[in-house]
């Protein structure tokens, strides 16, 4: 496979950009070599610099869950680029905007718009805290929510002591506003509410966690977390910037048959363009200025572009409830493929999937939180993930990170990959 032109721009990009890269994860560290520069993407393709073809599971990390350029999506920004880029005023579809979302995620009654999702994390933090009047919150080990100074933080010696900075430039100050707890181990978070009785102004978690590979949340361990919440007034944020339209039209919530207070979003919510929100209990909602005193505010939160993208998706999602299952015959046919091949090679790697979500852990333990993620061979799915590029198959460049599909991946598609799947274990093992 021939990348030259790819190679060449990564050495332009690093005289300007940091590493070379937008986003780090896109730079290839985990798994080694170079990343490669990418032209055009059409449904479930993309292509590089060099021309190379690519099925993409990536999606951008998520938004795409129609493949890329899908013509409803195109037609919708086309029509509104027409009428103009920004105006920093209100404008109709962000009502239309902010109705369906409320009609596909009836835990949400308010939303307010932004222009990622590490934006829509920090301002529900920040909203519950305006609420509730407390500082702390909890989050858990493995779980992202984008790069707020807050987030960035991972245990001291034992969950009941202070966080510590995972980045410098995080202050040991907004450490200090951050717990860690274990996922699906209520017993920690029992503990950390106990020792910080009525300090605890929110918990927040990925119901559906992805930035870990995937993981799900146990049935019994998320009830008990909202009961939790109940009894100790502490706000209950989903983030659902990856889980949300994706799992389902209405979010990992609507799976886990479980309502959060607010509910984080993201990627899809933006058919492509850079969108978040959050939302949720009007109560809490109305908070928010200007109705309230908890400050928050975009120049560009709202734009009509992204509104216009996003409504075509979630219209698109409303209009078309089979796409799930869809999905899920699609995404099953994968595993099924995968399973086999394992199965072939002798291994009983740990495999996750939720609907359209999936991820093969190079471990033979089953993966139900952080510490069992850390016991896959990083190593071996740089290997992995190099074998698959080589036949065409684009997917995350890290472990723990979600495979995507797409309802533009076709038969033909997974049936490549499947192939692709069988030849790569057997040269790496
Ligand atoms: C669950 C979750 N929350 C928050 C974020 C941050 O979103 P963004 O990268 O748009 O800031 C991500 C990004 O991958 C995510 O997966």
């Excluded at 990009?13 to 590493?19: E, F, L, Q, S």
């Excluded at 301002?123 to 919150?137: D, I, L, T």
């Excluded at 510590?164 to 950390?192: E, F, M, R």
Aim: some cysteine.
């Amino acid at each position: 496979m021939n990348t030259e032109k790819s190679k060449q721009l990564f050495e332009e990009a690093k005289k300007y950009i940091p590493g070379g890269v937008n986003s780090p994860v896109r730079a290839f560290k985990s798994v080694g070599g170079d990343p490669l520069f990418i032209k055009k993407g059409k449904g479930s393709k993309f292509w590089d610099a060099d021309g190379n073809e690519y099925i993409d599971y990536i999606g951008s990390w998520g938004p795409h869950l129609f493949g890329h350029n899908p013509s409803f999506i195109i037609d919708a920004l086309k029509a509104a680029i027409e009428n103009g880029t920004s105006f920093g005023a209100p404008t109709e579809m962000e009502i239309k905007m902010a109705e369906i979302i409320t009609q596909l995620v009836p835990s949400v009654e308010m939303v307010r718009m932004v222009n990622s999702g590490t934006e829509a994390t920090m301002s529900a933090v920040r909203a519950a805290r305006g609420y509730n009047g407390r500082e702390k919150f909890i989050k858990f080990e493995g779980c992202y929510h984008g790069h707020a100074d807050y987030f960035l933080i991972k245990a001291g010696s034992g969950a009941l002591t202070l966080g510590i900075p995972t980045s410098p430039g995080v202050t040991k100050g907004n450490a200090a506003d951050t717990l860690l707890a274990d996922y699906n181990d209520i017993g920690s978070i029992k503990k950390l509410v106990s020792a910080n009785k009525n300090e605890i102004a929110a918990v927040i978690i990925e119901p559906i966690a992805g930035n870990m590979g995937v993981v799900k949340v146990k049935d019994d361990f998320i009830k008990e977390l909202r009961a939790i919440c109940d009894e100790e007034k502490i706000v209950l944020i989903f983030d659902e910037v990856m889980t949300g339209f994706r799992v389902a039209a209405g979010g990992a919530q609507e799976v886990l048959g479980i309502k959060p207070d607010l509910s984080t979003f993201g990627k899809i919510i933006g058919g492509g363009l850079p969108v978040g929100a959050f939302g949720g209990k009007k109560e809490i909602m109305e908070k928010i200025a200007p109705s309230g005193p908890v400050y928050q505010a975009g120049t560009l939160s709202g734009n009509p572009l992204a509104m216009a993208a996003g409504y075509a998706a979630l219209k698109h999602i409303k209009d078309n409830p089979s796409i799930y299952k869809e999905l899920e015959e699609k995404s099953s046919y994968l595993e099924k493929g995968f399973k086999k091949n394992l199965e072939a090679v002798g291994k009983n790697y740990a495999m996750n999937r939720v609907g359209s979500m999936m991820c093969m852990f190079f471990t033979e333990k089953p993966v139900n939180d952080f510490k069992s993620a850390l016991t896959s061979d990083t190593a071996l799915y740089g290997k992995y993930f190099h074998e698959m590029l080589n036949r065409g198959i684009y997917l995350a460049p890290a472990q723990f990170e979600a495979l995507f599909i797409s309802t533009a991946h076709s038969k033909e598609n997974l049936d490549k990959t499947i192939k692709a799947h069988k030849e790569a274990l057997e040269n790496i093992l």
